[in-house]
């Protein structure tokens, strides 16, 4: 069972990593091609095409079997270890040809002479951010997300009324058969601790977490780019309500899910339905805002509406490290709108933003030298 799960994972985030960087460009923001800002009266000049279709070409020529290949080590040696090394294996090879074509589009970009569109302008419209109209309001604030406690209050209230009935000791680790394989007894603060402060404190420090992160999504600095100001405006506004929605959503999903589990302890449940029913969900419910999010576009871009302003155009390219790390040192803001892909990343130039970025390579280390001591 846990093999299955490993692999199924591997190839879930496979399947995403392939779909998001073959269509790299459908999935970038307005007026980006693999990274670099060109002005959107150029996007299908010919040599641009040319471009993408020898992308997508050589990632099918070199870059899946490739993938294939890390899919099939993971089905002969499926150790946790390795799955996480892979993973983070297969995040880096699906970029490289991003990368390659990057430098290929900014070479194109200086040949062509694709600088500049009529005067170049930066825009800032706090509207944007801080709608002062009541209607333009669209997404899921922080508020909302407290209402997310009552579950861990359910839960805790749950957990005291069955906590003489509780088993003694009582399972707090399961391996992927749902059979548990760690047990703590009830008596003394450790037991009261494992048994109702540790399930509460992690579905509350979730819900907090994410709120946040909706948060500084939210108020992430906008790209002002690409099109025309209230297109921009609207565009964004759409975006920023699906993506608000599509985290709270999510919140709720792995909230539910911890309670669950919790309820599995304290009434002898079965916990291996979380990995039958619970899992496959939030999964189903991540695929079905990837396609959303595909269609809209990142930042909105492929919802069209009536413009007649001049386009609004400002190269930016010198921000972009590689065309996908924005570094920018006179930029307050800690998020921004991702420029290859659908969502948010980090200002590496604010020293928050850099730590966001490091602290999950320091996890996956910490975790990969852990796993391997165990011989996990």
């Known amino acids: 069972m846990e093999k299955i799960i490993i692999l199924g994972s591997a190839i879930f985030v496979s399947i995403i990593l392939v779909f998001s960087t073959i269509f790299v460009n459908k999935l970038s923001n307005n007026g980006i091609i693999f990274g670099v800002r060109v002005p959107k009266e150029y996007e299908k000049d010919k040599d641009i095409i040319n471009l993408e279709k020898e992308y997508k070409r050589n990632y099918l020529l070199f870059i899946l079997p490739l993938i294939i290949i890390i899919n099939i080590i993971l089905f002969f040696n499926s150790k946790i270890w ?13 970029n490289i040809p991003i990368f390659i074509y990057w430098k290929k589009t900014m070479k194109l970009k200086e040949e062509k002479g694709w600088k500049s569109l009529g005067k170049n302008v930066v825009l800032v419209d706090t509207t944007i951010r801080n709608p002062k109209i009541r209607e333009d309001n669209v997404v899921i604030r922080t508020r909302t997300y407290m209402l997310l406690l009552i579950i861990p209050l359910i839960t805790i209230i749950a957990t005291l009324i069955a906590y003489k009935n509780v088993p ?12 548990a394989d760690g047990f703590v007894k009830k008596e003394g603060f450790k037991g009261f601790f494992y048994l109702v402060i540790f399930p509460t404190l992690t579905q509350c420090g979730m819900i907090l977490f994410l709120a946040l992160t909706n948060k500084f999504a939210i108020n992430g600095k906008v790209d002002i780019n690409s099109g025309t100001l209230e297109e921009i405006k609207k565009q964004r506004r759409v975006f920023k309500k699906v993506n608000s929605i599509m985290l709270f959503v999510i919140t709720l999903e792995i909230v539910l899910m911890f309670a669950f589990i919790q309820f599995c302890t304290i009434y002898s449940w079965n916990v291996s339905i979380v990995n039958i029913i619970a899992l496959p969900i939030i999964i189903i419910t991540i695929i079905i805002f990837l396609i959303i999010g595909y269609k809209i576009g990142q930042g909105g871009k492929n919802i069209k509406f009536n413009k007649e302003e001049k386009e609004i155009y400002r190269d930016d390219d010198k921000n972009w490290i590689l065309g996908n790390f924005y570094y920018n040192k006179n930029d307050p803001s800690i998020f921004i ?11 590496l ?28």
Do not use: C, D, Q
Request: proline letters at 6%; a neutral charge.
């Open 349 to 376: 130039g604010n020293p928050i933003g850099l730590i966001l970025m490091v602290l999950p390579f320091i996890l996956i280390i910490v975790l990969v030298i852990y796993f391997i001591i165990k011989g996990i």
């Open 337 to 347: 709108e991702k420029r290859i892909g659908i969502g948010w990343e980090v200002n």
């Open 82 to 94: 390795v799955y996480l090394l892979l993973i983070f294996t297969l995040i880096i090879v699906s």
């Open 168 to 179: 003694n000791p009582f399972p707090i680790h399961y391996n992927a058969e749902g059979i």
